[in-house]
């Protein structure tokens, strides 16, 4: 979402998430990957979600860890 969002919000540049097959991460960078969750949770995008077996390894910790620290790394993470 961070890299992802303000393409999808400009006019000449909207996307229909839900004509995409794919989406691919290509690696772990947080600019990366911390689209997946809005991309498929909060859009049309119905596709598939594909990366490498590095970058799935680590992804929930990564995403999980951003949560933790963007709420002051205290409270719930993922809505629990
Ligand atoms: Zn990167």
């Given at each position: 979402m961070l890299a992802l969002q303000p393409l999808l919000t400009r006019p000449a540049l909207?996307?229909?998430?839900?004509?995409?097959?794919v989406m691919l991460v290509?690696?772990?960078h947080l600019d990366h990957c911390a689209a997946v969750p809005y991309v498929t949770g909060h859009t049309s995008f119905r596709g598939r979600v594909l990366m490498t077996h590095p970058t799935k390894a680590i992804v929930h910790t990564l995403l999980r860890d951003f949560v933790k620290v963007s709420r002051g790394g205290t409270g719930a993470v993922w809505g629990r």
């Open positions: 909207q996307v229909d998430l839900a004509e995409v097959d290509t690696h772990f």
